[in-house]
């Protein structure tokens, strides 16, 4: 758990300072008022870019010192991040008080967030879904960033070099398929280990209050061509295209509403949270199981469209994964059925303690 947070310059945080008591942390005020900012800060303690996926300058405060940091106790080590003004794009990392990598991140605390932008995954993107199950997968394989970050890598590189193809180096261009092979099934397998535990997790629960999803992974299937050579046959196929079409980034997550056989895409806006939430929450478990620590969760205005049997619900749910839970919301009486927690208002970049 997160036993001291700050924030320097991050966002229209001059400086927060948050010290929470309990495992719920609720934190409430007007929008625009720098709720989600601080979630944004947490998820910034993990590999990736964050939960709003933003460049790095964009996250610095606007009349700052150019500059920000992050910094957090966790189970007595510190983490922190940032940026300098020098380099705004050139992330920083430290883990007590060594510089490090922000793939090590993983190794000490596992993140996973929901956010309002999240409630059309299902609609949006097969790249959205995709991030969303590396993100889940991450918390039980913390090499998967290294994994995936170097197929990426490799994959960006390989690119290049087929808008020349005429003139690429063919042994160069072996190399980097090969990488892409060794990467890859590693994504692809860790994806597959992450979707089946969930399956099993998923199994025994009820329909209600949130609906059940059944998962799967779609793209690629069928095909057990090992990656390296088929990248090499398809050279020509992919300079054409100018892109690469075959490899695990073009994956996507399959969900569907158990209960009712239909497609998450095609179920309603409040059962597509529903779906949502079950994942999370299922996921929680899991990772409680496997790493003998639940994740950290970061739910921004999660109770907003939930009527209140269903907030009273998902709270003892959440109550029950024992994990650190930090939630927003506008209102305070949203959380009226969450009992004891550590309470916060957020007004234009200040936080203050509150009743809870």
């Not at 960006?156 to 020349?164: K, M, S, T």
């Amino acid at each position: 758990m997160i036993g001291r947070l700050t924030l320097s310059d991050f966002r229209n945080h001059a400086d927060a300072l948050i010290v929470p008591d309990h495992a719920f942390i609720v934190l409430t005020g007007e929008n625009g008022a720098g709720k989600t900012n601080i979630l944004e800060a947490i998820s910034m303690l993990a590999p990736g870019r964050g939960l709003r996926g933003a460049a790095l300058r964009d996250m610095v405060r606007q009349d700052g010192a150019g500059g920000f940091g992050i910094a957090a106790e966790v189970d007595g080590v510190m983490l922190g991040t940032g940026v300098l003004a020098a380099t705004p794009d050139r992330r920083q990392v430290r883990i007590a008080g060594t510089s490090s990598s922000a793939n090590a991140l993983a190794d000490h605390l596992s993140i996973v967030w929901l956010t309002p932008a999240m409630d059309r995954l299902f609609m949006d993107s097969p790249g959205g879904r995709r991030r969303f199950l590396d993100r889940l997968t991450l918390a039980l394989h913390p090499a998967h960033a290294a994994h995936s970050a170097r197929y990426e890598a490799a994959m960006r590189a390989r690119n290049r070099l087929l808008g020349e193809l005429h003139s690429a180096d063919p042994g160069w261009l072996s190399a980097l398929e090969t990488q892409m092979e060794e990467h890859g099934r590693a994504l692809a397998a860790a994806r597959a280990d992450l979707v089946a535990r969930l399956g099993t997790a998923l199994e025994g629960q009820p329909d209600q209050p949130f609906a059940r999803p059944l998962l799967a992974i779609e793209g690629e299937e069928g095909n057990d061509e090992p990656l390296g050579p088929r990248l090499a046959r398809e050279r020509r196929r992919d300079a054409a295209a100018g892109r690469t079409l075959s490899g695990p980034h073009r994956q996507d997550l399959a969900v569907t509403h158990a209960a009712k056989a239909q497609a998450a895409a095609l179920c309603s806006t409040g059962e597509q949270k529903a779906l949502l939430l079950a994942i999370l929450l299922a996921h929680a478990a899991l990772v409680a199981a496997h790493r003998g620590q639940p994740p950290v969760l970061l739910l921004d205005e999660v109770a907003a469209h939930l009527d209140p049997s269903r907030r009273a619900a998902l709270f003892e749910r959440l109550r029950i994964t024992g994990g650190q839970v930090w939630m927003t919301g506008t209102e305070d009486s949203l959380f009226n059925a969450l009992g004891e927690s550590t309470r916060f208002t957020v007004t234009a970049g200040h936080v203050f303690r509150s009743a809870g």
